[in-house]
């Protein structure tokens, strides 16, 4: 794009920012109860600071809210605490950004109070009593949050985390607590590694966070499209498609606000003025490989037709969802067109089910019609357009 069409550019966007994976929302949905458990855990830093010291372990799989949990929690209780004159310090670190380093670490923090503080030419043990030093000089408090604690586990093992939990340990009894410690990780399993005595220092309070069910993936979305996106530009059923995609990712809300973004992007590039079902296709297609060409071609005349009949179906309506009659309807149109006589129900629904199987449609029951409970069908993971693309070719080459 060159910069005289910059001036004419058009967008779904109003604040794609909101969208950015670092972005911390003004409210925080779904996770009150675990926010409340962590302000519970850690009250006694504006009530009590320096009296204790707490350690807390957050547990959850990607995409269940553990970054964005602690960083809004670090964030609220960073104003309370300046609203009471409380030197306090909420320090985010992820391990993995670190290499599993120690060192790298303990600098992360450090420079919250030497700018420009330098880790080579330092043991762990130097850098941990200049932390304590530090600390002390500023009259500070800090939660350290060390994210992605699997990987400083697996990389340094017992020693370096044994080291930080017990600092308070190497001081004199009356001198201040100030430095406590939250740890983040996917699977308490990995605590296995540690020793005995390094285990037991951490695992006295844990929170651990369920995947997302779809209502509070579309809660979430909601939240996000209102800030990020034009009013009216993104429907409740491509945000609920989206949804369904994250749902069935474990409850992923990290790939679905970016599912979300990148539909966006779509919709600009394609120069649309919403933000559709197919745009969401096309983004998971982006992530993930669409259907292959061999999976096609192994299937057979009608189940060739009959999938075709389901792409025409989403590509001309630009709806998330057709119901099983929809699609026998467009199966029956096209076996026209091929001067094909239809199979009956029974077996479409046999060729519907061989078509989950191969991971090119996704199924499940709605009971909200009239006529009882009818299957729905979506097709996630390829665009409706490069879908009916390939079947056709593929047609084309068994008529020849």
């Not at 779509?266 to 745009?279: F, G, I, M, R």
Request: hydrophobic share 40%.
């Amino acid at each position: 794009m060159g910069i005289s069409e910059l001036s004419s550019y058009s967008t779904v966007f109003k604040d794609e920012t909101k969208l950015d994976i670092n972005y911390i929302p003004s409210r925080l949905l779904h996770r009150l109860a675990e926010l409340n458990l962590l302000n519970q855990f850690f009250s006694f830093i504006l009530r009590f600071p320096g009296r204790m010291s707490q350690r807390v372990l957050i547990a959850g799989k990607i995409g269940t809210g553990k970054t964005v949990l602690t960083q809004f929690f670090g964030l609220q209780l960073s104003r309370e605490a300046e609203k009471r004159n409380i030197n306090f310090h909420y320090v985010h670190v992820n391990c993995r950004e670190c290499r599993g380093n120690m060192l790298y670490v303990l600098q992360r923090i450090l420079q919250r109070f030497y700018s420009n503080f330098p880790v080579r030419g330092y043991s762990l043990e130097e850098l941990l009593q200049t932390l304590v030093q530090a600390l002390d000089e500023e009259n500070a408090h800090v939660i350290l949050t060390l994210d992605e604690l699997e990987y400083l586990i697996q990389k340094a093992g017992s020693d370096p985390i044994y080291q930080l939990t017990r600092l308070q340990e190497t001081r004199s009894p009356n001198r201040p607590h100030r430095l406590s410690l939250i740890c983040i990780l996917r699977e308490l399993s990995i605590l296995e590694k540690l020793d005995d005595s390094t285990r037991s220092t951490l695992q006295n309070n844990i929170i651990t966070l369920a995947e997302y069910s779809k209502q509070q993936l579309e809660d979430i979305l909601k939240d996000r499209v209102n800030l990020a996106f034009k009013s009216n530009t993104v429907s409740s059923d491509t945000v609920s498609f989206v949804a369904e995609l994250a749902e069935a990712e474990n409850g992923n809300a990290r790939y679905a606000i970016e599912l979300l973004w990148r539909a966006g992007k779509y919709a600009d590039a394609n120069q649309l003025s919403v933000v559709t079902p197919e745009c969401v296709r096309m983004a998971t297609a982006s992530v993930y490989p669409t259907i292959r060409k061999s999976d096609i071609a192994s299937l057979s005349l009608h189940e060739k037709l009959f999938l075709l009949g389901i792409a025409k179906a989403f590509n001309q309506t630009g709806k998330a969802y057709i119901s099983m009659g929809e699609a026998e309807e467009n199966y029956k149109v096209i076996c026209e067109e091929f001067n094909e006589k239809a199979h009956k129900h029974t077996q479409l629904w046999k060729y519907l089910q061989k078509f989950v199987v191969i991971g090119v449609t996704h199924t499940r029951k709605d009971s909200t019609g009239s006529k009882g409970r009818t299957t729905i069908i979506s097709l996630p993971w390829i665009p409706a357009f490069q879908l009916e693309k390939e079947l056709y070719k593929s047609l084309k080459e068994e008529a020849e």
